[in-house]
């Protein structure tokens, strides 16, 4: 979900939350850093779940393959290995935090490739974040036109 190539990342620390730029820096560091080794079903999530509270609740768009409530570590790497499965490449070619604070708000533009098709498509996504005390507790993504990238996703049925 972001590009292969970024800083190292360095978990928030118990006795000291980070501020919310800090570990939303850190969870795509760490997020980076987990595709890179291979992502799910190979890599370790463990460098990921100190930015995510244990009750996280991710909440992604119905109409998306990967639609529905993702809750907890658990849920998170589940949520991480249908992404996988649903597409091939996903990166995040540009990225603006517009917000930074126990709400924040960023932008990311996205550039995929369907697993399923080969189509590639590129879209933004608008997520808000809740943070406390250093974690991230819930994440709403906001995607400007899911029917399309459901279609991308989907293999189409060649009547002959």
């Known amino acids: 979900m972001t590009?292969?190539?970024?800083?190292?990342?360095?978990?928030?620390?118990?006795?000291?939350?980070l501020e919310p730029a800090a570990v939303l820096t850190g969870m795509y560091a760490a997020e980076a850093e987990y595709l890179a080794a291979g992502g799910p079903g190979t890599a370790s999530f463990a460098p990921l779940a100190p930015y995510f509270a244990p009750d996280v609740v991710l909440h992604q768009a119905a109409g998306l393959p990967y639609g529905g409530d993702w809750r907890g570590h658990a849920?998170?790497?589940?949520?991480?290995?249908?992404?996988?499965?649903?597409?091939?490449?996903?990166d995040i070619v540009q990225q603006q935090?517009?917000?930074?604070?126990?709400?924040?708000?960023?932008l990311s533009r996205i550039r995929a490739r369907s697993r399923a098709t080969g189509r590639e498509i590129a879209f933004p996504i608008l997520q808000t974040m809740a943070i406390t005390e250093g974690r991230i507790t819930e994440v709403h993504p906001f995607y400007w036109d899911t029917?399309?990238?459901a279609a991308v996703c989907t293999p189409t049925s060649e009547a002959g």
């Open 3 to 17: 590009p292969h190539s970024s800083p190292s990342a360095t978990a928030p620390k118990a006795s000291s939350p």
């Open 75 to 90: 849920g998170m790497e589940r949520f991480f290995q249908e992404m996988s499965r649903v597409w091939e490449a996903f």
């Open 97 to 106: 935090f517009l917000a930074t604070g126990e709400t924040s708000v960023i």
């Open 147 to 149: 029917a399309t990238i």
